[in-house]
């Protein structure tokens, strides 16, 4: 079942995705302190996988949430930025990721985002499988982007506004 952030109880929101990025990413994780003050800060969409069968409620009011996945961007008014897609080893290869991306490319849409941009290390093979099946190109390369693994990242970028190209037919409204 996939939530808004928003909806669910903070610190046990906190918690679980400092943990779930630990397990997740390692040395390069959010600390829960950068958690907190990206959820915290404005013009951010984040959406919340969780496990429905689970016996824990999605809004404990401490602990550890059933969290399978998560993902979020921060939308500019021109462009929405990818800022992380996670989800948990256990549920991985399970269509959570598609999901959320998809979900949060139909939010940025609605919000009126042109495109979605996003950074992705080179070596992610399942993430860069994911973006280019929903669409998304390839603009550029950031070496050493990613730390303390010193790993370069591609920037890719998927157009959410419909390119017109081709000719004019008589009749159409468009004048020549």
């Known amino acids: 079942m996939i939530v808004d952030y928003t909806t669910l109880e903070r610190e046990s929101l906190i ?5 779930l990025e630990r397990d997740l990413f390692g040395r390069g994780s959010w600390t ?8 915290e800060a404005p013009a951010r969409t984040y959406l919340i996988d969780i496990d429905s069968d689970s016996d824990r ?25 990818i800022m992380t897609i996670g989800v948990a080893s256990a549920y991985q290869r399970q269509g959570i990721a598609t999901r959320l991306l998809g979900k949060l490319i139909d939010r940025a849409r609605e919000q009126g985002a042109q495109r979605i941009l996003l950074e992705v290390r080179v070596d992610n093979e399942p993430a860069l499988a994911l973006y280019r099946h929903q669409g998304f ?3 550029g390369r950031r070496k050493h982007y990613y730390q303390p693994d010193n790993v370069d990242a591609y920037t890719m970028a998927l157009d959410l ?16």
């Open 15 to 19: 918690a679980t995705l400092a943990e």
């Open 32 to 39: 829960t302190t950068m958690i907190r003050q990206e959820l």
């Open 57 to 81: 409620q999605p809004t404990a009011q401490a602990g550890i949430l059933p969290i399978r996945g998560y993902a979020g961007y921060w939308y500019d008014g021109d462009d929405a930025e």
């Open 137 to 139: 190109t390839t603009l």
């Open 161 to 176: 506004t419909p390119h017109i190209a081709g000719f004019a037919l008589p009749g159409d409204g468009v004048e020549p």
